[in-house]
């Protein structure tokens, strides 16, 4: 006979089949297929008569692709050194966040690598690698070897800017775009990079679009154009060579060029945005000599988000409640043992305290308490507590001033007994309205018959009687 299986071998079997079967569940050993390639120019470089002019820090950036049929979640891209060289290194973070890569589809990131200004830093290079990995457990790693290299800029005319335009106020958490207006040589050149400077500790660089004039219609989605094919392997012999495939028509691009840099807000502060056009003709490398200078400059200011503020508001009262309500209404007016009328006080109800349950309601009379029924929710002792004792000791009192008056003692004078009666009743007056006063208005009531009763016994017992006596 076939041995039954063990409840929870089969509650966990189905455990598994339901997971098994939930919708977007990625079966085993399935990741995304990554590719990195870089996107920027490998030269980099300092004004060739004077290291304090000119550009010193550089966009190096890469293309994060994801050629597989699952999504790659929460892809993380690394910049590594793989060299040494204190002259050229990072500013600002080495890790980027990227997000989810969904199948077919590419993200770009972005570092900035800085030159130190000095005239050693000239020629001298440095080895790097972009490393990407996933939450799924995929990798991939930019082509190896490839290097920064430091070159000598010629300050050139020819490269001008015409205007940077963007918003010069934003918030953390903004995503911007800057259009910078620029011309250089009608001809062209071989290799061209306009770079705008983004301090990383303000904005991170999501996307870049350019179009130029020559070759016509030629456009871009870096900011590096390699028009002649560059070689940027740094073991080949042909290395910093134009080998081929052109990247566009005729080997060159240039002329008057229109960039937008599209980025995220994601720290405080002011950055002076300036755009350096720079490139290689025949066997030099040059720049624009208007880097920094207006109309090549935009100030931005980057500000927090404004924080949330949380108010709470503390009201000190004789009762502490959540919810205030009451049961019954007090009289809009009470007869005081003088015979004159008072209207009790106009109160208004205490703020409901933190936590009071959402839905809550209560309405308000014309004299300021609250009427309705609900129920009352107390976070402490109140303090009225001893007004209900109160209450109820006067009209224990009182039944026993009655009892007594209508038996002829004189145990408790009942002229004392209102005005204790009228005592409370001032009391009560400007009370905010919890349950423990509302409970005394109720008492107050029973003592006002009470007094009543108590007034017609000394009436009865101070008039002359009219009957006969029986024979």
Request: contains cysteine.
């Amino acid at each position: 006979m076939r041995t039954p299986l063990p409840p929870a071998t089969i509650v966990l079997s189905l455990v598994f089949l339901v997971g098994w079967s939930q919708p977007g569940a990625a079966p085993a050993g399935a990741a995304a297929s990554l590719t990195v390639e870089p996107i920027t120019w490998n030269v980099v470089g300092l004004d060739s008569n004077n290291v304090a002019a000119g550009p010193a820090t550089y966009p190096v950036g890469a293309r994060v692709c994801n050629d597989g049929s699952d999504p790659a979640t929460v892809t993380t891209a690394t910049f590594v050194w793989t060299t040494a060289n204190p002259a050229i290194d990072l500013d600002g973070g080495a890790t980027s966040s990227l997000g989810t890569i969904g199948p077919g589809t590419c993200r770009d990131a972005y570092w900035n690598v800085a030159v130190a200004r000095a005239s050693s830093s000239y020629n001298t290079v440095r080895g790097y690698e972009i490393r990407v990995t996933t939450a799924e457990g995929a990798s991939a790693t930019s082509p190896s070897p490839r290097e920064i290299y430091v070159e000598k800029l010629i300050s050139q005319n020819r490269n001008s800017v015409n205007s940077i335009t963007g918003p010069t106020s934003v918030t953390v958490g903004d995503e911007a775009t800057y259009t910078v207006d620029a011309d250089t040589a009608v001809a062209g050149f071989e290799q061209l990079e306009a770079f705008l400077t983004l301090p990383s500790s303000i904005f991170q660089l999501l996307r870049v679009g350019v179009t130029y004039e020559k070759p016509p219609g030629a456009t871009n989605d870096t900011m590096y154009a390699d028009a002649c094919g560059w070689d940027e392997v740094p073991t080949s012999p042909t290395y910093r060579t134009c080998i081929g495939p052109q990247g566009y028509p005729g080997g060159k691009v240039g002329g008057a060029l229109l960039s937008t840099f599209t980025v995220r807000v994601i720290g405080a502060g002011t950055a002076q945005l300036t755009s350096a056009i720079y490139d290689k003709s025949g066997s030099s490398y040059h720049y624009n000599t208007d880097f920094t200078v207006r109309p090549n400059l935009l100030v931005v200011t980057a500000s927090a988000p404004p924080a949330t503020t949380t108010t709470t508001t503390t009201t000190t009262t004789t009762t502490t409640t959540t919810t205030t309500t009451t049961t019954s209404q007090p009289p809009a007016s009470t007869t005081i043992p003088d015979g004159a009328t008072t209207a009790p006080a106009t109160a208004t109800p205490a703020p409901a305290a933190a936590g009071t349950a959402a839905g809550t309601t209560t309405s308000q009379s014309r004299t300021g308490r609250t009427s309705g029924a609900a129920a009352v929710a107390t976070t402490g002792r109140s303090s009225t507590a001893p007004m209900s004792l109160l209450g109820t000791t006067l009209l224990a009192i009182g039944l026993v001033a009655v009892a007594a008056a209508r038996v002829g003692d004189k145990t408790i004078p009942p002229t004392s007994f209102e005005r204790s009666l009228h005592h409370l009743r001032r009391t009560l007056h400007g009370r905010e309205p919890d349950h423990a006063v509302a409970k005394a208005w109720v008492m107050m009531d029973a003592l006002d018959r009470v007094a009543r009763g108590l007034q017609e016994t000394r009436e009865d017992r101070g008039r002359p009687s009219t009957g006969r006596h029986p024979s």
